[in-house]
């Protein structure tokens, strides 16, 4: 079945402290995977996704994430978190060739403190 | 930026009664989709609707459930007979095409059933 995992449920940070949020997924094919932010009272927002190519994915607001197929994870990471950061981040999995409906995981609640 | 916008933003309506949420998801996409999150828990897809009809349902999408675009632009999502365990949010999301490009969402509908 095609799944996907969060490992954290709620991360809590400093400021200007790295972050890095782990999503692995299931599925034997080949799939596109997003990273999605919702900040409070404001809807889901595409960070960054990965098609094909160049593993390393970069996204707005610093962001990168790094799709390693071996271990079928798509981790995001931000080296230094503003408080603006807080929000909740969703890793999504869409399987190729298979319509355009998106597996998300149950997402990652991060707060920055000041 | 365009933006797919849903109406109403929060809706509370009693058990057994019906709902309509409405979506105008961006102009040029073709595929649409809902979402539901239940408090705490994941992002999950209901339908996606191409082409006037259905493309693809999940076990969510029961007879309860039903989608349509009366006119061009609205998309609804129509819930007869609501049931406490409907409450969540509901998201709309539009594409382009079924793969290879993002699936924007809209803010979402909170919907709380009494």
């Known amino acids: 079945a095609q799944s996907v995992s969060q490992h954290n449920h709620h991360v809590i940070l400093s400021e200007a402290a790295s972050l890095e949020l782990g999503c692995n997924y299931s599925?034997?094919?080949?799939?596109?995977l997003f990273w999605y932010v919702q900040y409070p009272g404001q809807h889901l927002q595409l960070l960054l996704k990965?098609?094909?190519?160049?593993?390393l994915v970069k996204g707005i607001k610093g962001f990168e994430a790094e799709f390693i197929k071996s271990k079928f994870s798509f981790n995001l990471r931000k080296p230094s978190v503003q408080w603006s950061d807080t929000a909740e981040y969703f890793c999504?999995?869409?399987?190729?060739?298979?319509?355009?409906?998106?597996?998300f995981g149950q997402g990652t609640e991060l707060s920055v403190k000041p | 930026e365009p933006e797919v916008t849903q109406t109403p933003s929060h809706q509370v309506t009693q058990m057994g009664q019906e709902v309509i949420l409405r979506c105008v998801p961006i102009?040029?996409?073709?595929?649409f989709y809902w979402y539901r999150q239940i408090l705490g828990q994941k992002v999950e897809f209901l339908v996606s609707?191409?082409?006037?009809?259905?493309?693809?349902k999940s076990e969510i999408f029961d007879d309860q459930f039903s989608v349509e675009r009366p006119d061009g632009s609205n998309f609804t999502l129509k819930i007869r007979s609501t049931k406490l365990e409907d409450s969540a949010m509901y998201f709309c999301?539009?594409?382009?095409?079924?793969?290879?490009?993002?699936?924007?969402f809209g803010e979402g509908s909170w919907l709380t059933v009494v």
């Open positions: 999301a539009s594409s382009p095409t079924s793969s290879g490009n993002t699936i924007y």
């Open positions: 599925y034997g094919g080949t799939v596109n």
């Open positions: 990965y098609f094909s190519g160049d593993p």
């Open positions: 999504a999995l869409r399987p190729h060739n298979q319509g355009g409906k998106l597996i």
């Open positions: 102009s040029n996409h073709l595929y």
């Open positions: 609707f191409y082409n006037n009809e259905i493309s693809e």
